[in-house]
């Protein structure tokens, strides 16, 4: 898919090009007058200096348009690639034509003379040609600001890396401290198979968030067996007032997802949605079309504390810096659903 850039090119370049142009069609009449000059014969029955100069504006104005449309006014209206190059070329012609119509019109104003046939198909041609050229060049043009873009956003999310890396040290607990912590717990309360279930849980899960951490993919399987261990955890608090279904082909239980996607998005329906008696939350996990969907009925908390919104957005950089993907968030029949693709296999 083609990277869109909303970034205008800037003015500057566009009339620095357009008036190159400019200037290198309107060279043989420079040079014509310049010879004319230099040799002390000041003869304009054959060139006239308005009609140089009409010319000079007429082609600095088409190559302003044709360059501004190309680069900036086609990208910014319309999204799709072959739309675009259509929607393009049949704006540039209705340019081309709109500047030899307005030449025609003010052309006799200043010779007192009107283009011949000849003349007209012979500028036909030329801004046909110019057109073509410029086509290009607010390509090359275009691809630029992206190509700049692209480093701006990789500085930014090495940066923002870094950053992550850093917080990550600075609440890093000794894992084995904490394991031996919870082994301790559970000698303790072996007596109550309910909460050494819950501290067995709490364990695995812990070691699994540390293991996730050295890897950038997770098999959907892997993924399953920890969400177990996270809605064991949820259900010792909210009982039968959650719930989570579970509908995914067994074709797609070895391919992968970012670890620690599914409880992120189970966490985050827990978090915004109201679980009660008599609104009990149920989230469905099920595959369809090569994505994982996520989804669950819309209830907002009356007493939600306001977040950090960091849980999706985390997302949606992992899925982009792993494979250039994007994930499909939308809201329908007052159902909010995520929609995870399968990670491409390298």
């Not at 142009?21 to 007058?33: A, D, G, Y």
């Not at 007192?112 to 500028?123: N, Q």
Request: proline share 3%; glycine share 4%.
């Amino acid at each position: 898919m083609e990277q869109i850039s909303l970034t205008y090119v800037k003015q500057l370049r566009i009339v620095k090009i357009s008036l190159i142009v400019s200037v290198l069609l309107s060279l043989p009449k420079t040079l014509f007058i310049y010879n004319m000059i230099e040799k002390g014969e000041m003869n304009f029955s054959e060139v006239s200096v308005f009609v140089f100069i009409v010319q000079f504006i007429f082609y600095f104005i088409f190559s302003w348009l044709v360059l501004q449309l190309c680069a900036n006014w086609s990208y910014q209206l319309i999204k799709s690639p072959p739309s675009r190059i259509i929607g393009t070329i049949l704006a540039g012609t209705a340019i081309l034509i709109g500047i030899l119509y307005l030449m025609d019109l003010v052309y006799p104003f200043f010779t007192g003379e009107t283009i011949s046939k000849r003349e007209m198909g012979f500028l036909f041609f030329n801004y046909f040609i110019v057109f073509t050229v410029l086509f290009f060049v607010a390509r090359i043009l275009r691809l630029e600001v992206i190509r700049k873009e692209n480093l701006v956003e990789n500085e930014h999310l090495k940066q923002q890396s870094l950053q992550n890396e850093l917080t990550a040290l600075k609440n890093q607990i000794d894992p084995h401290f904490l394991f031996n912590s919870l082994n301790s717990l559970n000698s303790l309360i072996r007596d109550n198979k309910e909460a050494t279930t819950f501290v067995t849980k709490l364990s695995f899960m812990y070691r699994y968030i540390l293991q996730s951490g050295d890897q950038n993919k997770a098999t959907i399987k892997e993924e399953l067996k920890f969400l177990e261990s996270y809605v064991h955890l949820i259900k010792t608090r909210y009982r039968n007032r959650f719930s989570l279904e579970i509908s995914i082909d067994e074709a797609y239980l070895d391919k992968e997802i970012p670890p620690l996607a599914l409880q992120t998005l189970v966490e985050n329906a827990i978090k915004h949605n109201e679980i009660s008696e008599t609104n009990p939350l149920t989230v469905r996990i099920y595959s369809k079309d090569e994505t994982i969907c996520i989804e669950n009925p819309i209830r907002p908390r009356t007493n939600l504390a306001e977040g950090t919104g960091s849980g999706l957005s985390n997302l949606e950089k992992r899925y982009f810096l792993l494979g250039k993907q994007k994930i499909a968030i939308f809201t329908e029949n007052n159902i909010f659903c995520v929609q995870l693709p399968i990670l491409k296999t390298v």
